[in-house]
């Protein structure tokens, strides 16, 4: 038999049941809306004795680099998304002299993740070295910005359009994704798409390029091409992008990098080998937090 309790007592005990649920929720809340990603750059193959002045404007034109070809993995809060997904269309073998490639869902694998687990693939731009391996992780939806999209799938391939980079077949992927409902389109700059991931505009590399902010105890900020190398940065050069006229912007990008990370050591450029240098790395595999 339950003792007796006045009337009071009943009330009392129900209000502190309630403000220990909604306190419950609340901290279950924070912890969703910041949570702690693992990051790691992977690494599938190398472009060797690329012009430094091609990456770097200004830099020597017969300075070489081999530039490492990259997708990041950022692990937790159960999504498993990966910015970028490198490319596996026979075309651009045939363009470019890559050197020990291997193929970016195999790449994967090294990191311990099964491309069928991969819930969202955030793409940068869609150049053919970013958005080509899109169709290789088939689970994932697909993150770009709305103009991005609007221009690559449209205009561009038009008369006086700007395609150069994209390949035709990746376009094709992405529409698919989209019929299937497999594709979010971005609107515009300084948005979160899922919890602690933020995106940014501005660098204009492409039409509507855009680079990821990991939040966590320390963020982590993932260039992707706004900023090809730490040189850009630690220079304040640009790169190469979609209009001569859009070197300010991706200038203002990177000094905006720098602030949103807290310094050069929490940005990843996006084809700097010197990432698996400075991060502890295995083999393809660097662990950058």
Same mark, same amino acid.
């Given at each position: 038999?339950?003792?007796?309790?006045?009337?009071?007592?009943? =009330?009392?005990?129900?209000?502190?049941?309630?403000?220990?649920?909604?306190?419950?929720? /609340?901290?279950?809340?924070?912890?969703? %809306? !910041?949570?702690?990603?693992?990051?790691? /750059?992977?690494?599938?193959?190398?472009?060797? #004795?690329?012009?430094?002045?091609?990456?770097?404007?200004?830099?020597?034109? #017969?300075?070489?680099?081999?530039?490492? +070809? =990259?997708?990041?993995?950022?692990?937790? #809060?159960?999504?498993?998304?990966?910015?970028?997904?490198?490319?596996?269309?026979? /075309?651009?073998?045939?363009?470019? @002299?890559?050197?020990?490639?291997?193929?970016?869902?195999?790449?994967?694998? *090294?990191?311990?993740?099964?491309? &069928?687990?991969?819930?969202?693939?955030?793409?940068?731009?869609?150049?053919?070295?970013?958005?080509?391996?899109?169709?290789?992780?088939?689970?994932? =939806?697909?993150?770009? %910005?709305?103009? &991005?999209?609007?221009?690559?799938?449209?205009?561009?391939?038009? !008369?006086?359009?700007?395609?150069?980079? /994209?390949?035709?077949? @990746? *376009?094709?992927?992405?529409?698919?994704?989209?019929?299937?409902? !497999?594709?979010?389109?971005?609107?515009?700059?300084?948005?979160?798409?899922?919890?602690?991931?933020?995106?940014?505009?501005?660098?204009?590399?492409?039409?509507?390029? %855009?680079?990821?902010?990991?939040?966590?105890? =320390?963020?982590?900020?993932?260039?992707?091409?706004?900023?090809?190398?730490?040189?850009?940065?630690?220079?304040?050069?640009?790169?190469?992008?979609?209009?001569?006229?859009?070197?300010?912007?991706?200038? &203002?990008? %990177?000094?905006? +990098?720098?602030?949103?990370?807290?310094?050069?050591?929490?940005?990843?450029?996006?084809?700097?080998?010197?990432?698996?240098?400075?991060?502890?790395?295995?083999?393809?595999?660097?662990?950058?937090?």
């Amino acid at each position: 038999m339950r003792p007796f309790l006045p009337w009071r007592s009943y =009330v009392s005990m129900r209000s502190y049941i309630l403000v220990l649920a909604i306190t419950a929720t /609340a901290a279950t809340r924070g912890v969703a %809306q !910041n949570p702690q990603y693992e990051v790691f /750059a992977l690494r599938y193959a190398t472009v060797p #004795d690329f012009p430094t002045s091609a990456l770097v404007i200004g830099a020597d034109a #017969d300075e070489r680099i081999d530039i490492a +070809m =990259v997708f990041w993995l950022v692990r937790g #809060d159960g999504h498993v998304i990966l910015f970028d997904s490198g490319f596996h269309r026979a /075309a651009w073998f045939e363009r470019f @002299d890559i050197h020990d490639y291997m193929r970016p869902d195999s790449v994967l694998r *090294l990191a311990g993740v099964e491309p &069928e687990t991969v819930t969202d693939i955030i793409v940068s731009h869609a150049h053919w070295d970013h958005m080509g391996g899109i169709d290789l992780f088939p689970n994932a =939806v697909i993150w770009i %910005q709305r103009d &991005e999209f609007a221009w690559y799938t449209g205009p561009a391939w038009q !008369n006086g359009g700007r395609g150069g980079g /994209a390949d035709p077949g @990746d *376009l094709v992927e992405l529409v698919r994704g989209n019929t299937q409902g !497999n594709v979010r389109l971005i609107d515009g700059d300084d948005v979160e798409i899922l919890p602690g991931i933020r995106v940014y505009t501005g660098a204009r590399h492409t039409y509507a390029s %855009q680079y990821v902010r990991v939040a966590g105890g =320390v963020p982590v900020i993932l260039a992707s091409d706004n900023a090809y190398l730490y040189r850009n940065l630690m220079q304040h050069r640009p790169g190469a992008t979609f209009a001569r006229a859009d070197t300010t912007a991706n200038l &203002e990008a %990177q000094t905006r +990098m720098l602030r949103l990370a807290g310094g050069i050591q929490h940005v990843v450029p996006g084809h700097d080998p010197e990432q698996f240098r400075r991060f502890p790395t295995e083999g393809r595999v660097a662990r950058i937090r």
